[in-house]
């Protein structure tokens, strides 16, 4: 019996090969995060003053009838944990080696990454 070959242009690849794909998300929620920390930045600087209804109205803005603040504002946070879940992920993927252990930490990373997304629709959709 042949010793297959484990390296070179002809050897056998395998795994979830979600590699590439998980790199883009994590850049695309970057960039995601990085323009509304723009915006958000730009709103603190022209607001008139540092009340509690200036606040609410950088997070609660409308255009027509579009409620745009609280979209824009909803798509940075559902970038932050959908960018939060991939890192963490990858990091128990990697250095936790006992699968159940693993499969633990993921599950406890995905219930507080939802309770924190529910917990934050209440607050910025109740404004």
Not at 27 to 53: D, H, K, N, S
Not at 76 to 103: C, K
Request: hydrophobic share 60%; proline share 3%.
């Amino acid at each position: 019996m042949a010793a297959s070959k484990n390296y070179g242009p002809k050897c056998l690849v395998v795994g979830a090969h979600y590699g590439t794909m998980d790199f883009l998300a994590q850049r695309l929620t970057a960039i995601i995060m990085a323009v509304y920390t723009l915006v958000l930045f730009i709103g603190v600087l022209v607001m008139p003053g540092f009340t509690y209804e200036s606040w609410k109205a950088l997070f609660t803005f409308h255009v027509y009838a579009l409620p745009l603040g609280q979209l824009l504002v909803t798509l940075a946070f559902l970038s932050l944990a959908y960018h939060a879940w991939i890192g963490v992920r990858d990091i128990w993927m990697d250095y936790v080696r006992p699968v159940g252990v693993r499969l633990l930490l993921q599950v406890l990373t995905v219930l507080w990454l939802v309770g924190s997304v529910v917990y934050f629709a209440q607050i910025i959709w109740r404004l």
